[in-house]
């Protein structure tokens, strides 16, 4: 049994590293040293945050967390942030979860048991469970690391790559990394830069010449631009690399603030800017494949109804700017067993048909015709229904003759034969959730069917 020593004791540990430190070698970008990076990346730990609510994904968030959200076709938000963890080379993950966790949990036990703990490679959920305060849960994003403190120091990792759980995007850690180690950091932030108008609902981030960051604002009503750029801002993507033994200090002292919220975002950060080495490492210098090209490598907060539908429907365009048939940065996932996608009937007026759509394994149309449309896996669309701008989760059925129009139809949702969605807004209003750009959610809930497994 493994015994669990209080934190003042944490020497016994994590000892002194006695090796020369990475900091005092040439970096990747210097010798591009492939060594480097993987004896960077073996000595860090990553800590995925996966327990927000995601309150505004509406009812789609009922009975799971939004990183456990069904995204693309085949896949869960998480996959995005756990396969650049494994891509990346770093294998020891922690995955904090706390609301409406059962889904989460059930497909990371599914889909991301595969690392063999032999060599030290493992992806351990890491749920609430009152570790620090007997009386609360995680009551912010730094508590959430902090209450779980004794597990990743059982590791002894150099680095901590701290990392939320619910963006889509294609990003190599280890690049991060190795600007981290490169500028001898405390801390690095990963940023992009955002519309003016749209970073009141991030971090932002002044920096000067260096890139070393001078201010950092969560969430500010009046947000600070770019210099020479007014109407840009810079602005945290929510992943963090600290030096472990920093991370830990810095934990340990908020914890003992009176009033803090716990929060790295509203409490580390700002703390630490003027007194520590902060540097921001801009997105571009570490996305991966077709995504870096242009201004803005592709990065999607899917937190909105109108935003998970319309980064599902990019998926099915000729080109999306997110690229899923990348070999070298595959995105893993749990795969169900199912038969090949099926269209069946070739009459006139009755054809199976699907065009310009993302269609899964299982799914079935028959004799129904469906446009810009995202399927996911054993989804039925009967005879003479038509389906258009849909996005349609898990196990769907749709009836004959249905028409179903911009919308997310929720996991394992019947749509009766006959029902029009997306062509009366007021009808839609009064059966189902509409968001401000008139996509519809449907629930099995809202047609009367009772829960669905989610």
């Given at each position: 049994?493994?015994?669990?020593?209080?934190?003042?004791?944490?020497?016994?540990?994590?000892?002194?590293?006695?090796?020369?430190?990475?900091?005092?070698?040439?970096?990747?970008?210097?010798?591009?040293?492939?060594?480097?990076?993987?004896?960077?990346?073996?000595?860090?730990?990553?800590?995925?945050?996966?327990?927000?609510?995601?309150?505004?994904?509406?009812?789609?968030?009922?009975?799971?967390?939004?990183?456990?959200?069904?995204?693309?076709g085949k896949f869960r938000i998480i996959d995005f942030t756990l396969s650049n963890c494994i891509n990346s080379g770093i294998r020891k993950i922690g995955v904090a979860t706390q609301y409406k966790a059962h889904s989460l949990i059930r497909h990371i036990q599914h889909g991301w048991s595969f690392l063999?703990?032999?060599?030290?490679?493992?992806?351990?959920?890491?749920?609430?469970?009152?570790?620090?305060?007997?009386?609360?849960?995680?009551?912010?994003?730094?508590?959430?690391?902090?209450?779980?403190?004794?597990?990743?120091?059982?590791?002894?990792?150099?680095?901590?790559?701290?990392?939320?759980?619910?963006?889509?995007?294609?990003?190599?850690?280890?690049?991060?990394?190795?600007?981290?180690?490169?500028?001898?950091?405390?801390?690095?932030?990963?940023?992009?830069?955002?519309?003016?108008?749209?970073?009141?609902?991030?971090?932002?981030?002044?920096?000067?010449?260096?890139?070393?960051?001078?201010?950092?604002?969560?969430?500010?009503?009046?947000?600070?631009?770019?210099?020479?750029?007014?109407?840009?801002?810079?602005?945290?993507?929510?992943?963090?690399?600290?030096?472990?033994?920093?991370?830990?200090?810095?934990?340990?002292?908020?914890?003992?603030?009176?009033?803090?919220?716990?929060?790295?975002?509203?409490?580390?950060?700002?703390?630490?800017?003027?007194?520590?080495?902060?540097?921001?490492?801009?997105?571009?210098?570490?996305?991966?494949?077709?995504?870096?090209?242009?201004?803005?490598?592709?990065?999607?907060?899917?937190?909105?109804?109108?935003?998970?539908?319309?980064?599902?429907?990019?998926?099915?365009?000729?080109?999306?700017?997110?690229?899923?048939?990348?070999?070298?940065?595959?995105?893993?996932?749990?795969?169900?067993?199912?038969?090949?996608?099926?269209?069946?009937?070739?009459?006139?007026?009755?054809?199976?048909?699907?065009?310009?759509?993302?269609?899964?394994?299982?799914?079935?149309?028959?004799?129904?015709?469906?446009?810009?449309?995202?399927?996911?896996?054993?989804?039925?669309?009967?005879?003479?229904?038509?389906?258009?701008?849909?996005?349609?989760?898990?196990?769907?059925?749709?009836?004959?003759?249905?028409?179903?129009?911009?919308?997310?139809?929720?996991?394992?949702?019947?749509?009766?034969?006959?029902?029009?969605?997306?062509?009366?807004?007021?009808?839609?209003?009064?059966?189902?959730?509409?968001?401000?750009?008139?996509?519809?959610?449907?629930?099995?809930?809202?047609?009367?069917?009772?829960?669905?497994?989610?």
């Open positions: 049994m493994v015994k669990l020593v209080h934190w003042e004791e944490r020497e016994t540990i994590m000892p002194t590293n006695t090796h020369r430190s990475l900091a005092q070698s040439k970096t990747p970008h210097e010798n591009h040293d492939q060594h480097f990076i993987n004896q960077a990346t073996r000595n860090t730990f990553a800590f995925i945050l996966a327990g927000g609510r995601g309150t505004r994904l509406k009812q789609l968030t009922d009975f799971r967390t939004k990183p456990a959200v069904p995204f693309a063999d703990g032999r060599f030290g490679d493992f992806i351990q959920l890491l749920p609430a469970q009152q570790q620090i305060d007997e009386t609360q849960w995680y009551q912010g994003t730094a508590d959430a690391v902090y209450q779980n403190m004794r597990f990743v120091y059982r590791y002894d990792p150099q680095y901590v790559l701290i990392v939320a759980g619910d963006h889509i995007y294609k990003m190599d850690y280890s690049l991060m990394l190795a600007d981290h180690i490169a500028r001898q950091a405390d801390m690095t932030v990963a940023c992009i830069d955002v519309p003016l108008a749209e970073a009141t609902e991030f971090g932002v981030m002044g920096i000067d010449e260096d890139s070393r960051v001078v201010t950092f604002v969560e969430k500010p009503k009046q947000p600070p631009s770019i210099p020479g750029r007014p109407d840009r801002a810079l602005a945290s993507m929510g992943v963090y690399i600290f030096n472990a033994e920093f991370l830990l200090d810095q934990l340990k002292r908020d914890a003992a603030t009176p009033g803090s919220s716990r929060d790295f975002g509203k409490d580390i950060i700002p703390h630490i800017v003027p007194r520590h080495r902060v540097f921001a490492h801009r997105f571009a210098d570490s996305c991966v494949g077709g995504t870096c090209s242009g201004q803005n490598p592709y990065w999607r907060d899917v937190g909105t109804i109108d935003a998970y539908w319309e980064a599902n429907m990019e998926m099915t365009k000729v080109t999306p700017e997110l690229n899923l048939y990348d070999r070298d940065w595959p995105i893993w996932t749990y795969q169900e067993q199912l038969p090949p996608a099926k269209f069946v009937f070739d009459d006139d007026g009755r054809r199976g048909q699907a065009i310009d759509s993302m269609v899964s394994g299982g799914c079935i149309i028959s004799g129904a015709e469906v446009k810009r449309s995202l399927l996911f896996s054993s989804v039925h669309v009967h005879s003479w229904a038509s389906v258009s701008d849909a996005v349609l989760l898990p196990g769907v059925d749709v009836g004959n003759h249905a028409v179903v129009r911009r919308c997310v139809v929720d996991k394992n949702a019947r749509i009766p034969a006959g029902m029009k969605i997306g062509v009366d807004p007021e009808e839609d209003r009064r059966r189902f959730y509409v968001s401000p750009n008139g996509i519809v959610l449907v629930t099995a809930e809202m047609l009367g069917q009772g829960a669905a497994a989610r």
